[in-house]
C-alpha cells in the first residue's frame, strides 16, 4: 500500500520512501535514520495518534521538511 503525506510517500510493500531530493540528500535519510532508532520526538508522538507507523514516518518526514525549507527561505532572505 502507498502512504502520502505533503511532499513524501511510502510504499509499505517495498519499504521505499520518497521525497524531495535535495531534502533526502541533506537531511532525509539522517531523519530516517532518527526515527529508526526511535529518537524523533515527533515520530514517536506521532505513532500513537496516526492510523499506523508508515503514516507517522512520513509525518515526522514533512514536519522536518518544512524546518529545513523555512530556514533555507530565511537565510536566502537575508542574503538578498
Not at 500513537?48 to 508508515?54: F, K
Amino acid at each position: 500500500m502507498k502512504y502520502e503525506v505533503g511532499q513524501f510517500t511510502c510504499d509499505s510493500e517495498t519499504g521505499t520512501v520518497v521525497g524531495p531530493s535535495a531534502y533526502m540528500k541533506e537531511r532525509g535519510h539522517d531523519k530516517l535514520e532518527e526515527i529508526m532508532s526511535g529518537k524523533s520526538v515527533v515520530f514517536n508522538m506521532g505513532c500513537t495518534r496516526s492510523p499506523n507507523v508508515y503514516v507517522a514516518m512520513l509525518v515526522a518526514l514533512q514536519t522536518d521538511f518544512a524546518g529545513w525549507t523555512g530556514i533555507r527561505q530565511l537565510c536566502a532572505g537575508l542574503k538578498g
